[in-house]
C-alpha cells in the first residue's frame, strides 16, 4: 500500500519538476524576444549599400579560376603518375 503512494508521489514531483522548467523555457523564449525587438528598435543594423554587379562578375571570375586551378591539377597528377 505505502509503494503505492511513494509512485505516485514521484510522478507528481516529475510532472510538478518537468512543469516548472517548461514554464521556465516558455518564459526564457519570450524574454529573448522582446529583447530582440527592444535591441533592433534602439540599435538598427546599419545597411551597406553594395553593386551587385561587381560581386557578381568577381564570383564568376573567381570560378573560372577555381575551375581552371583544378584542371591543371588534374593533368599534372595525371602527368605523374604515367610515367
Known amino acids: 500500500m505505502e509503494?503505492?503512494?511513494?509512485?505516485?508521489?514521484?510522478?507528481?514531483?516529475?510532472?510538478l519538476g518537468m512543469g516548472i522548467v517548461f514554464l521556465f523555457l516558455i518564459v526564457m523564449i519570450f524574454a529573448l524576444k522582446l529583447q530582440a525587438k527592444l535591441i533592433a528598435k534602439f540599435f538598427p543594423e546599419e545597411v551597406k549599400k553594395s553593386d551587385n554587379s561587381k560581386h557578381l562578375q568577381s564570383n564568376v571570375n573567381?570560378?573560372?579560376?577555381?575551375?581552371?586551378?583544378?584542371?591543371?591539377?588534374?593533368?599534372?597528377?595525371?602527368?605523374?603518375?604515367?610515367?
Do not use: P, R, S
Open 62 to 83: 573567381n570560378e573560372d579560376q577555381v575551375t581552371a586551378a583544378i584542371t591543371a591539377a588534374i593533368i599534372h597528377h595525371n602527368n605523374n603518375t604515367k610515367g
Open 3 to 15: 509503494e503505492v503512494n511513494l509512485i505516485n508521489e514521484a510522478f507528481k514531483f516529475m510532472a
